[in-house]
């Protein structure tokens, strides 16, 4: 089969997206079983933007199922410093690896890499756009703790303007029925209209606010961000904006007991250390969900170009 790629969640059906979860369980579950599954194979993690857990997470996977790992941390110490285009590193790339998991700071970087090359390409993150591996990482930790995607209120509190997690996960959870979305912002960073008309075009409920106290009470999922500093044009606004949201313990005691907070991390002042004890804090957990569902995802796409 011709290789696929995975630049935008909804590159993928709701049942693939099912599956791929379904999966992650199972290696979860039976990790011996899995543990050659891509021996012989190699991974290149590309990342032209700093990163830790995703491109850890993505060589730790690749590890677990018996494959390796090539690549680079900083684009600087590549030829991209002599000036080599994206479609070029790809192309090379390809030559020895099976598989690239790739981020950048562009926008559609990840689209011109996988229009480059014939083997499959993961978007690792590009610019403020999508981050749909984080997406299967959150949509496995809400199914985990939550038990169901469909019905789920949900709150997205922070930078929702460059926030490339929130703009995946979204469009993801658009495909599930009865999902109810808070848009917790300052007005500076609210969501992109282009989502928001995605939103009401596929009839979801969603409300704008600028309140996280009144937002709160009627949450199952609260999702926080963090206000994303390398893509703003001035200090200034930055410095404005960095603290608008602080998620401490006295806030959390206005949520329900069963509502999970979420941060696709690196957290910095956003959630307050304090309430890591509580148990509703689950961004953790969302680390290991990653890799989990990683690994599922590196198996799958491997599999597609086989069959
Ligand atoms: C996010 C990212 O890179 O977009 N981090 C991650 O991949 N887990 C969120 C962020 O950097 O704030």
Redesign the pocket.
Known sequence: MAKRDLINITDLSTEEVDEMLDLADRITAEPEKYQDACAHKKLATLFY?P?T??RLSFESAMYKLGGNVIGFSDANSTSVSKGESVHDTMKVISCFADIIAV?HPKEGAAYVAAHSCDIPVIN??DGSHF?PS?TLADLLTIRREKGRLDSIKIGFCGDLKF???VHSLIDALLRYENVEFWLISPEELTLPGYIKEKMTGAGAVWHETRSLEDSIPELDVLYM??V?KERFFNEEDYIRLKNTYVLDREKLSAAPEDMIVMH???RVNEIEVSVDDDPRAKYFEQVKN?KDVRKALILTLLKWKED
């Open positions: 933007e990163s857990r995703t981020r690792a993150g981050h984080q926030g490339r997690t961000t963090r994303q696709p991390l690196p990653g």
